[in-house]
């Protein structure tokens, strides 16, 4: 059973940075995809960004510019880096990953931006 941690999240004001990181109970380096995704109250989870085993990266059209997906095989660990936060970005953050047709999630991260 793979295990996902998230980590990084907190409280930052609108323009601020934060750095979130999902660290892996095994190695990464076969699973096909990871993925970031956010949940804000009221609203369905959505995907933020996602990249797979060979580094293609997918945005959300709402971050693209501003959030940067990437992982790093020998540490077991993918990162969601979020520049120019707005206050719309305020959510739970969850890290997923795709193991052929098994997926697996973290317990997620809050992220609030204030105005």
């Known amino acids: 059973q793979v295990q996902l941690v998230e980590s990084g999240g907190g409280l930052v004001q609108a323009g601020g940075s934060l750095r979130l990181s999902c660290a892996a109970s095994e190695s990464i380096f076969s699973f096909n995809a990871m993925g970031w995704y956010r949940q804000a109250p009221g609203k369905q989870r959505e995907l933020v960004a996602a990249?797979?085993?060979?580094?293609?990266?997918n945005y959300a059209d709402s971050v693209k510019g501003r959030f940067t997906i990437s992982r790093d095989n020998a540490k077991n660990t993918a990162y969601l880096q979020m520049n120019s936060l707005k206050p719309e970005d305020t959510a739970v953050y969850y890290c997923n990953a795709r193991i052929t047709w098994q997926y697996y999630w973290g317990q997620g991260t809050q992220v609030t931006v204030s105005s």
């Open positions: 990249i797979t085993s060979g580094g293609s990266a």
